[in-house]
């Protein structure tokens, strides 16, 4: 080759750190964080300060000692549910290692990007300490499938039981979730048809063949999921108690339907991946549920605050209870 005609050398353009940490994992973090900040500011801005602050010195000391070790049994049950559909597709997780999972997960929920970022260390742990990982993946997913159908089937049972206490706006808001769930079903369903399974790597197909397997393992065991179901209907009516409680406490006095209904479809918020855990978006989603029932803002703002301190709380807790099991699981 004649080196004097050849052209110059293209350039390299390297990425700045700027852009990397921009779209890396740490980047979106930072960006969650911000949106609660933005969230967060807002509501204070637009709420007396006094008033908030006052209703959340209002709670006594010895109701938060109650509330974060009640808040904490309860997900007892959300890791009898999260184990039984892991196992149900034959994922073979032990009672210990579920319960070390499952409170790490927790930790995740309030410390990762929105509640899906739990989801995903879990199960990942879990991956690493069950016979097949491919069932983990596959039971955690529908472990929060069903944790989506309580939700709603806990905020249509409210909604049945107070029908003249909505707006059609209100009730606009409510249809969104099944019409979307629907949405995505017919997606999922579609995608999964028309994916050409042949032309993919031995490894893809390989792996494919392992979740249709856990797929079909979970199908063949209706009575588990129903089990799975009954109890995240169970384990969200519960946290609505503990909800309804603590927004007593700061002066707030609706009917416990209410809550049923609002509850439910303010933590559905928490997924949107716009917030640090959903922190900021279920406070003012609650307080835009909570106005049709009459119930002034800052004290639904302020109830929310209180159950979020709960659920922050019980996370760290759980992080220390899951790092603990896992010292004395390695240890023997």
């Not at 973090?29 to 006094?50: F, N, Q």
């Not at 209907?233 to 707030?252: F, K, P, R, Y």
């Not at 900021?280 to 609650?286: F, H, K, M, S, Y």
Request: positive net charge; aromatic residues 6%; charged residues 15%.
């Amino acid at each position: 080759m004649n080196l004097m005609t050849a052209g110059p050398r293209p350039r390299r353009v390297a990425r700045s750190p700027r852009s990397r940490a921009d779209t890396g994992p740490g980047g979106r973090r930072l960006w969650r964080i911000a949106g609660s900040a933005v969230a967060l500011t807002v509501l204070v801005l637009l709420l007396p300060g006094d008033e908030l602050i006052g209703a959340l010195r209002s709670i006594p000391g010895p109701v938060w000692l109650l509330a974060l070790p009640g808040y904490l049994a309860l997900h007892v049950v959300g890791t009898l549910k999260w184990r039984l559909m892991v196992n149900a597709a034959d994922g073979g997780l032990g009672v210990r290692h579920a319960v070390r999972c499952y409170y790490y997960g927790l930790f995740g929920n309030t410390f990762l990007p929105s509640v899906v970022g739990g989801d995903v260390l879990r199960a990942g742990l879990a991956s690493r300490l069950a016979r097949r990982p491919d069932g983990v993946v596959i039971g955690s997913v529908v472990d929060r499938v069903l944790d989506v159908l309580a939700l709603a089937s806990v905020a249509a049972f409210g909604l049945l039981l107070l029908p003249r206490a909505l707006d059609p706006q209100s009730r606009a808001v409510f249809g969104v979730l099944p019409a979307a769930l629907v949405v995505a079903a017919v997606a999922l369903a579609l995608v999964a048809r028309g994916l050409p399974v042949r032309r993919l790597p031995y490894r893809v197909r390989r792996l494919l063949a392992k979740i249709r397997r856990s797929v079909r393992a979970v199908r063949s065991r209706p009575e588990r999921i129903a089990e799975a179901l009954a109890m995240g209907v169970s384990l969200q009516l519960l946290l609505v108690l503990l909800q309804a409680g603590l927004g007593s406490v700061v002066g707030l006095e609706i009917p416990l339907t209410a809550w049923l209904f609002a509850w439910p479809m303010a933590k559905l918020s928490a997924l949107l991946p716009v917030t640090q855990g959903g922190l900021g978006v279920r406070e003012a989603a609650l307080a835009g549920l909570l106005a049709p029932f009459g119930v002034e803002p800052v004290l639904a703002v302020a109830a929310g605050l209180a159950f979020q301190g709960v659920i922050i709380s019980g996370g760290l807790v759980g992080g220390a209870i899951a790092y603990l099991l896992a010292r004395v699981q390695d240890e023997r």
